[in-house]
């Protein structure tokens, strides 16, 4: 049963808060090279991991040279101290570095898979991370993941996310709902990009809804798109007709489970979900229930609950790989090449 109303008489005083806050930010850090904001206008998963590995991706094909900053929710980053400032949490993997999952937490793991050559700096407050991986670092872009209500540090580009199948969910703001801010926050982004719009079939109506608060020409339409199956246990490459009108357990520990199970449907396999709550730690009474469910049938999983099961889990099981993309893809593209240029010549 949703509770969502107990939190009804709160949101006038947290809408005032947002709003004071949106309106009379903090004097905001700028760092010396181009900085790209990457975040959502609500909790819960809107593919902000794959933007983030799209646009860093995209920006190394351009020849820069990437810093990703990430909070590494739930991780036991070390907390340091620099001369004359606060205490901040804060761990530095050069490229090709790795660290355990408590460290650092899932989404470091998963964008370090994936593109080992970008450096990445996880902790908080996010504006002394940034400043420390620059300074430490020397990156010539940094992309700030969860960036949207992180007003301390200035942006040269904003990218919001939207779930295309709730742009806005049912418009409340927590605790009553799922709204970080009210939609007129969107006025401060660059691009919003609809994701999961592969699957809403009335996405001109949402595209209508959005474009009272952004240009309707700053609001691309984006999907998560399949590009690969592997096995967990040995890394080897599965063909897609191994899901072909297979019953599987999907299993994840993510924002949007129903996102994943809509994906495996489409490349058609008939999943049964098991979720996790979001960054889910496992541990052996977890690995004991899935290895139940392995003798059933195959248990397909996700690239960000993969770093953490690694190869020593009980059983076998299949990880199955997303990129995002958008379209019109050239817009964004153009201006991201817009900034590798002008921090190439700082």
């Not at 990218?159 to 801010?181: I, K, S």
């Not at 994943?260 to 049964?272: K, Y």
């Not at 993309?325 to 240029?341: C, N, S």
């Amino acid at each position: 049963m949703s509770l969502w109303w107990l939190g009804r008489p709160l949101e006038p005083a947290v809408l005032w808060a947002v709003r004071r806050r949106r309106r009379h930010p903090p004097e905001p850090i700028r760092l010396p090279v181009p900085t790209v904001g990457v975040g959502n206008l609500a909790v819960g998963g809107t593919g902000k991991t794959p933007c983030v590995i799209a646009l860093a991706r995209r920006a190394l094909a351009l020849g820069a040279s990437v810093g990703i900053v990430l909070r590494g929710y739930r991780a036991r980053v070390p907390r340091i101290r620099e001369e004359g400032s606060r205490a901040f949490w804060y761990a530095h993997l050069p490229p090709g570095a790795i660290a355990p999952v408590d460290r650092v937490g899932d989404e470091a793991l998963l964008i370090r898979s994936r593109l080992p050559e970008v450096l990445l700096g996880v902790g908080h407050p996010k504006a002394a991370v940034a400043a420390r991986l620059v300074r430490e670092a020397s990156p010539s872009l940094v992309i700030v993941d969860d960036a949207f209500q992180h007003l301390r540090l200035a942006y040269d580009l904003q990218v919001v996310l939207l779930d295309a199948r709730a742009p806005f969910h049912n418009g409340h703001l927590l605790p009553a709902g799922r709204l970080r801010e009210p939609p007129e926050a969107l006025q401060s982004a660059d691009w919003v990009l609809l994701t999961y719009a592969d699957v809403v079939p009335d996405l001109e109506l949402v595209r209508d809804r959005v474009s009272r608060y952004i240009p309707r020409e700053r609001i691309l339409c984006a999907r998560h798109r399949p590009v690969g199956l592997r096995s967990g246990r040995d890394g080897c490459p599965l063909p897609w007709e191994a899901l072909q009108g297979r019953e599987v357990w999907a299993v994840c520990g993510i924002g949007s489970p129903s996102g994943f199970v809509s994906t495996l449907c489409r490349l058609g396999a008939v999943p049964s979900l098991c979720a996790y709550r979001d960054h889910y730690r496992y541990g052996p009474r977890d690995w004991g229930r899935l290895e139940r469910l392995a003798q059933e049938r195959p248990i397909v999983t996700t690239e960000k609950d993969a770093v953490k099961w690694g190869t020593e889990v009980p059983f076998d099981y299949w990880v199955l790989e997303v990129e995002m993309e958008w379209e019109p893809r050239e817009p964004l593209d153009a201006a991201l090449e817009q900034l590798v240029r002008s921090g190439s010549s700082c």
